[in-house]
């Protein structure tokens, strides 16, 4: 690139990282709400919270990364055409593409982030999510415990847990238990401790003492070391973790296993979550197009872009839903996979026609008649 080509992307690169940033911000915020539930309903600690909040990250930033390049090229060139220099880099004899060029790198240099993303990150971070939502909903104290507060599990069962220690100990125990067929069993302890081994999840009792009254109503009292009540039932264990098809790798989506092919419309779904991996990334280059088109297509317009940026806004909007649309379709037919690219190149090409379209023919200038 020259000096003015470099001068260019520097303008439109620090509006895209400014946007990427802020939307970023927003998707978090939004990602943060729709998890509260983490902290009301399992009494999570503030770690995994913001831990599953962000591994939703990667996948909400590939969805915003041409909305990002969208609004910094029509910022970056908004300020070069404010200040005449996009005039004045035209005047000097630079041609369109000359002008195109350092967007266009922009453009594929997003295109390869965008692609990586969908590939590799997202997968990696859903699995991790996927596994620490298992876990969570897996662990008896974060599901039925709520330190300092008496909570009624189940029909008959209330737990009691002074507080829950760093280490996920649960310290000054009382579980009280109604359902045996011989009456009440109080159990009182000083901690308890998660015990998992293979798909079995349970709660371990250390030092402490149960209470019952016996069939006479007498009052009947043993010390432990540890026993473990029955809290299997409420314990809400998954039986195992399904990865969907957002959390597979492209091999697992190209060539499914047989948990895909099991489910309805299993390989189609993959099928169609492959070819939208590999052909989202080319929006970015069709809304950076779009938005070049609004400033570099036709004559420069001293009454402003406002007319023009309306059409592109509208255009990239319309482009990015017919987008939507095809991969839902795709999900029922797979002929529509092939239009999932050819959406974004449509987009591509009617962009560069717009911007190279010869320029209208003007009026021959009428005669000049001399006075008499």
Known sequence: MI????Y?????????LTSVGAFAGLSLLTQSLSNTDLVSGYSE?????????LLALPHLTALLLPIALFVATLTGLSRLSSDSELVVTSASGM??????SPLLRLGVYVVIANLAINLFVQPISYREMRRSLYDLRSDVASSLVTPGAFSRIGEGVTIYARERSRDGRLLDIMIHD???????????AREGVIARGGNRTALVLINGNAQWLDENQEMNYTTFDRTEPDL???SGIADAIFFKESDRFLHELLWPDSSIRARPDGEERALAEAHYRLSAPLFNLAFILIAA???LAGDYSRLGYGKRIAIAVGAGLTLRLVGFSVQSGATDDTALNIAQYLVPVIGILGALAVIYWPARSR???PPVVEAR
């Open 95 to 100: 041609t369109r593409w000359g002008m195109l």
């Open 363 to 365: 009026p021959d200038a």
């Open 3 to 6: 000096l003015v080509q470099r």
């Open 8 to 16: 260019f992307f520097r303008q439109l690169l620090w509006p895209f």
């Open 45 to 53: 600690t503030a770690f995994t919270f913001f831990k599953v909040t």
């Open 293 to 295: 088109a609004a400033y």
């Open 178 to 188: 109604t359902r045996g067929q011989d009456g009440a069993v109080t159990y009182t």
């Open 232 to 234: 299997e039932e409420f």
